[in-house]
């Protein structure tokens, strides 16, 4: 394989990239002709996906199976690219899933395995990819936040809207400190968006109940999002919705955002 292809724009490596919003993040990339690094922990999609859009795309697209819950992932991702010659020009650091329950009722095991693939995976792939990036001065960071990063915690889930928040925050700093560079991070955060993370979560039968105006396509969030970032964006909600959302967050009184999070929260919110 070759680190700098001439008929794609680059290499990208997309992490979760077997479902949701990674997968059509991925379908997104090949239509705009770039080669992709895919990387999930289920191999016959992620195979089946990679020879799909090299096959309707003209790209190269390689999967890379890593569980990002294991301490070793990201060094063994990063060796992986090395040993195939390949420059990763754009991150996009969406691998993540949804921990139901109350915090005191969930066993710490889990909590920490959750930290790891959502917070500490991020970050270390962010650590390892980005010097490169800067001595080539270009280069692209997709962190995918949520919306839940931008407005009041809620209960239940309780610490994926703190880990978003972190996200959002750590794009943020990475922009300033790199934008003399060329080059460009972003968050998006996305609202409700249909895909399997619900199912995962095992909240399908609870935010179902919600009506479809509050939802967005997989599809739309990653088109939106990745023009985002492109132009420089640095923060980014897709959809009127969502953006409302932000805004009322952000400019009632504190109180009453988190009043009205925590009645919203009860209707799709395991608590179990």
Known sequence: MSSTPTTSEGWALITGASAGIGEAIARELARRRWNLVLSARRRERLEALARELAAAHGIEAMPLVADL???????????????????????????????????????????????????????????????????????????????????????????????????????????LENRDLGIKVSALCPGFTYSEFHDVSQARHLVQQLPKWMWMSAEEVARRGLDALFAGKVVYVPGAVNRIMRFLAKHLPDRAALALVGRQSRRFRRRD
């Open 69 to 175: 819950a294991e301490p070793a992932a990201a060094a063994v991702i990063e060796a992986t690219l090395s040993a195939h010659g390949i420059a990763v020009d754009l991150l996009v650091n969406n691998a993540g899933y949804g921990l139901p329950g109350f915090y005191h009722k969930t066993a710490w095991s889990d909590q920490a395995r959750f930290l790891q693939v959502m917070l500490t995976a991020p970050c270390e792939l962010t650590h390892r990819l980005l010097p490169a990036m800067r001595a080539r001065k270009r280069g692209y960071i997709l962190n995918v936040a949520s919306l839940a990063g931008l407005i009041p915690g809620s209960a239940g889930n309780t610490l994926y809207g703190a880990v978003k928040a972190f996200l959002v925050s750590f794009s943020q700093s990475l922009a």
